[in-house]
């Protein structure tokens, strides 16, 4: 328990960094939210980018970490890890970078699916988004959460910079795979070999659960289904599939569920509507049941996050990648608007197969 000299130096100095610090004579919790409320308000690029250096700069230093949480600074940064201007990936991972070494911001993170989205930046051509990346996962470990960390996949990007030409590449994919990774784990990642079968979805069908595949002289739909079912698949294989959205899409989906919200269908003919969660979800579903893994799977439990609006009219990429084949198995998916460097949807399922 704190005694009352204790208690009066903790809320003095808290009191002190509150009213004399910051420009102008502003506290540094008011400056704070006074660049959390600019970020969120201006539209210029340039002046997001400053403001985010400045975050990451604050990130710095743990006598402002409870400001830091009590401003949801930390998910901003990791709402910026899916926007493709290289400056504000590379502040938001430098202010990432900064906190991860805090142990309940740590939790934050990783809670907010900050290992996807980080691990998503590791072989950046920008060299120092990517060591910020692979520095900040390395951080992020703990015996909680070192599975999800050390995965197949992250495990074969961390291989890439082995024998990098650049020290710190070398010294940092070294920490992770001595320190943190058994060699049967790198040996599995090593021999991974990821299988993507291209059958894309139709441009212009109304709705998602048909593929050209069916349409083929060769190929019927009994055909196809029974191609799946006797597939044998393994951890890492991943399926792909890319579509433009139209109108017509939204327009049935619109139809069928009932859900005729006006952020799908604008009154004002150049305003552009956002795609169903639903809808994109559906894509999923159609490949989970009919592709990874196949037939017969009925989808438990399932975790979605929508970190960017999908409009009509543009291209997606759907990925779902098998995790785990047991009894229950597993996959994780990622929808991206790939000429945008969006991700618009992305998630895991526990799955049942009949």
Known sequence: MLGYVDMFIMFSRKEQLNTKTGPDGVGRREYLQQLVDEFNKTQSYDAKQQILANLANFAYDPINY???????????????????????????????????????IKD??????????????????????????????????????QASITTPDIINKVLHYKTHSNARFKNLSTIFLDDFCSQE?????????????????????????????????????KSLLNFYRHSSFKVGDKVTVERKITKSDVKSFGEITGDINPVHFPENSSSVGVVHGAFLNGIVSGIIGTRLPGPGTLVVSQSLNFP????????????????????????????????????VMYGDAKLIKK
Do not use: W
């Open 66 to 104: 409870d400001f830091i949480k009590e401003l949801h600074i930390t998910q901003l940064f990791l709402s910026q890890l899916t926007d493709s201007n290289e400056e504000l990936l590379e502040f938001s991972l430098a202010g990432l970078c900064n906190l991860s070494s805090d142990p309940t």
């Open 108 to 145: 934050i993170i990783i809670k907010s699916n900050g290992v996807f989205l980080i691990s998503q930046q590791l072989l950046h051509r920008n060299e120092e988004i990517a060591l910020n990346a692979l520095t900040t996962l390395i951080f992020l470990i703990t015996p909680e959460s």
């Open 185 to 221: 784990q790198i040996d599995c990642a090593k021999k991974l070999q990821l299988n993507t079968v291209d059958i894309p979805l139709p441009q212009h069908y109304p709705f998602f659960f048909h593929f050209n595949m069916f349409r083929r002289a060769q190929f019927n739909k």
């Open 308 to 343: 960017n609006k999908c409009f009509v009219g543009e291209k997606i990429s759907v990925e779902v990648e098998l995790m785990e084949m047991r009894k229950i198995i597993k996959v994780k998916f990622v929808c991206e608007v790939k000429d945008k460097a969006k991700i």
